[in-house]
T-cell receptor
Framework: GEDVEQSLFLSVREGDSSVINCTYT??????LYWYKQEPGAGLQLLTY?????DMKQDQRLTVLLNKKDKHLSLRIADTQTGDSAIYFC?????????????FGAGTRLAVHP | NAGVTQTPKFRVLKTGQSMTLLCAQD?????MYWYRQDPGMGLRLIHY???????AKGEVPDGYNVSRLKKQNFLLGLESAAPSQTSVYFC????????????????FGPGTRLLVL
């Protein structure tokens, strides 16, 4: 079946690192994504990782993928107040060539001084 | 490019009323999607379209209908609104028609907040 799970809430101090975790179920997912949703806005792609990779770094963002355990994490270095948002993990199982995104419930990141 | 736009931004309906949500994209994307977002849940796919004139059901299609008469527009209709359809509705679009391109993703609109009383 398809299921993406993530913790619902994370609170960090400004300047610390944030780590948001996600587990997924469908091993056919070629890509795994992290989206960010700011209050009152739509989802915006933050970063993605190809399923053959273990790690991807993009400025302050580091994505780690453990394909064996189907575990994905997003690390934000030097977290700022502007990083406060909901972060969604998504897998992308493929059915007959059609790309479908399965989202987790989202992790609300709160950054405090 | 405006990207993906949605109208209206907010609407209040009474039970039994009908309405149409409009999604427009100016990126010449083939795929378009309608999702709903409810508290504590991820986005759930309602309907999608792989091209002009085609539509298909997603995870939660009941109570909704869609049409894709023009490539750039994807309409979501509620024929008889119910309180269970109170939600935030997101439209998204994607470029490719079949294979997954490297890192290709869906582009989302800002959402329509719908309240059904």
């Amino acid at each position: 079946g398809e299921d993406v799970e993530q913790s619902l809430f994370l609170s960090v101090r400004e300047g610390d690192s944030s780590v948001i975790n996600c587990t997924y179920t469908d091993s056919s997912s070629t890509y795994l994504y992290w989206y960010k949703q700011e209050p009152g806005a739509g989802l915006q792609l933050l970063t993605y990782i190809f399923s053959n990779m273990d790690m991807k770094q993009d400025q302050r963002l580091t994505v780690l993928l453990n394909k064996k355990d189907k575990h994905l994490s997003l690390r934000i270095a030097d977290t700022q107040t502007g990083d406060s948002a909901i972060y969604f993990c998504a897998e992308s199982p493929t059915y007959g060539g059609y790309n479908k995104l399965i989202f987790g419930a989202g992790t609300r990141l709160a950054v405090h001084p | 490019n405006a990207g993906v736009t949605q109208t209206p931004k907010f609407r209040v309906l009474k039970t039994g009323q009908s309405m149409t949500l409009l999604c427009a994209q100016d990126m010449n994307h083939e795929y378009m999607y309608w999702y709903r977002q409810d508290p504590g849940m991820g986005l759930r796919l309602i309907h999608y379209s792989v091209g002009e004139g085609t539509t298909a059901k997603g995870e939660v299609p009941d109570g909704y209908n869609v049409s894709r008469l023009k490539k750039q527009n994807f309409l979501l209709g509620l024929e008889s609104a119910a309180p269970s359809q109170t939600s935030v509705y997101f439209c998204a679009s994607r470029k490719s028609t079949s294979i997954q391109a490297l890192g290709e993703t869906q582009y989302f609109g800002p959402g329509t907040r719908l309240l059904v009383l």
